[in-house]
């Protein structure tokens, strides 16, 4: 029988990011000023970020150097293992195989620290000395906190509240690595109180977190902000998984014929398989794989919502990206999946998925969580509940197979493990969980609001 599992020696950890903006089908649309309509300065930029992942997130070279200080903590858990989901196969009596690239080995236990590394190390270079950001589920906000400690550097961490209230382990991991924790919305920041005043029950969204994380940011010169997912410089720094990938599949002489990933702002997904896009593209692999992106139906950004320029946070303060939305004044129902509750998407997965390169599927709590229970009775891994929404999705795939007797490859990414999230899976097994479906009507209006601001915004 084939090895279960397939892994890298440490000497193979990739020595580049790669940058997917060369290889784009069109020019990504920029960011935009909403009163100039212009691409904002890079200096303006800096106000936020540290002046090298700016450079990054603007950067047409196609290979991006990982410094060796950043190569030394990744060998903490880096290279991660490649799985074939033997058990589950046979569970679900397909020809098809499954595979499973596990980032859930890593001191914070997601794929988040690939990022957070080197996001931290560039500001340590620059002399920053405290960083602020926001958290969902908690994995981005734990990640931040690791890296921030591997380097010296504070770290305020805004965690949606209802987040901060399932998941309380998430917080206590945080400020094991030293960091300020604060539920969002809060009383630290001056719109953190604006909106409790309006609504003393606000359960939190990502979008507002990032306001107050971004406000706290500019709070001092030697403060920055550093971001999870969705812009250009986070998703290069997760194409490690993606570039180990590929070189495990050359071991076992095998090749993905479709990708799945869940989708919150897109990062997790994208370093798996912006590499296997460059193959395709380069016409170095087989150029029938498909990549699928795996959403909830609770925050149907690309499903349901509309591909047009917004503000990445509530309180519009960013500069406008061009993205599928649903209105950044949307506040997402509490499903567990605290890490795919973000009204936006990535401008790059936007954009591939426009042009139709991506695909996207949409599934309900429920039936993602029946795919987390099956998968761990068989594989043994308790799977976080976002990247569920890939096992949903690989699962589908697997007994479509059955029916048709396609012997497929199919690759997922599980990018963190459950162990924070017994709630979400006591729930589960309570029968309490709701298949929540994002009403229509709401995203109507979120998108109204935003036309109303920036009537131009759907028609650049």
Request: with cysteine; proline share 8%; net charge negative.
């Amino acid at each position: 029988m084939q090895s279960r599992k397939i892994l890298l020696e440490e000497n193979e950890i990739p020595k580049k990011w790669y940058n997917i903006q060369p290889d784009l089908p069109k020019p990504l649309p920029p960011p935009l000023n909403p009163e100039t309509r212009e691409p904002p300065p890079p200096e303006m930029l800096e106000a936020i970020f540290a002046k090298e992942l700016v450079k990054q997130e603007i950067s047409q070279e196609r290979w991006i150097n990982i410094p060796e200080e950043v190569r030394e903590i990744y060998q903490l858990w880096r290279p991660t293992p490649l799985y074939r989901a033997i058990n589950l196969e046979k569970a679900l009596k397909t020809p098809a195989k499954i595979y499973y690239k596990y980032e859930g080995v890593s001191p914070p236990g997601s794929h988040k620290p690939n990022t957070a590394v080197a996001q931290a190390y560039y500001n340590m270079k620059e002399g920053i000395e405290k960083i602020t950001t926001e958290t969902g589920a908690g994995q981005w906000g734990s990640a931040l906190a690791f890296a921030c400690s591997m380097f010296g550097l504070k770290c305020a961490v805004y965690m949606v509240k209802i987040s901060y209230e399932q998941k309380p382990y998430r917080r206590v991991l945080m400020q094991n690595w030293g960091a300020e924790v604060f539920p969002s919305p809060s009383n630290n920041t001056e719109f953190g109180r604006r909106m409790l005043s309006e609504d003393p029950n606000n359960t939190g969204s990502l979008g507002l977190a990032i306001s107050e994380a971004m406000e706290d940011s500019l709070s001092s010169d030697t403060t920055k902000y550093a971001l999870g997912s969705v812009l250009n410089h986070v998703l290069l720094h997760q194409t490690v998984v993606g570039e180990e990938a590929i070189k495990q599949f050359e071991q076992v002489d095998d090749y993905p014929d479709i990708i799945f990933g869940c989708i919150g702002g897109g990062s997790s997904f994208s370093g798996l398989f912006w590499p296997f896009y460059y193959q395709k593209v380069a016409k170095k692999a087989p150029n029938n794989c498909e990549f699928v992106a795996v959403e909830p139906t609770a925050c149907p950004s690309i499903t349901k919502g509309k591909y047009m320029y917004d503000f990445p946070d509530v309180a519009a303060s960013g500069p406008m990206l061009k993205m599928h939305t649903l209105g950044h004044t949307f506040i997402p129902p509490p499903i567990h999946a605290g890490g795919l509750r973000y009204h936006g998407k990535a401008p790059t997965l936007c954009l591939l998925n426009i042009e139709g390169k991506v695909g996207v599927r949409a599934y309900n709590q429920v039936e993602v969580f029946e795919a987390a229970n099956l998968f761990a009775q068989t594989e043994g891994i308790i799977p976080a509940p976002e990247p569920a929404h890939g096992i949903k999705a690989a699962i589908d795939e697997a007994l479509k197979c059955k029916k048709t007797g396609e012997k497929k490859t199919i690759l997922f990414l599980l990018c963190g493990h459950g162990h924070f999230d017994m709630q979400a899976f006591d729930d589960y097994h309570e029968g309490k969980l709701v298949a929540y479906e994002y009403p229509k009507e709401k995203i109507e209006e979120s998108l109204k609001q935003l036309k109303e601001m920036v009537p131009w915004a759907d028609s650049v």
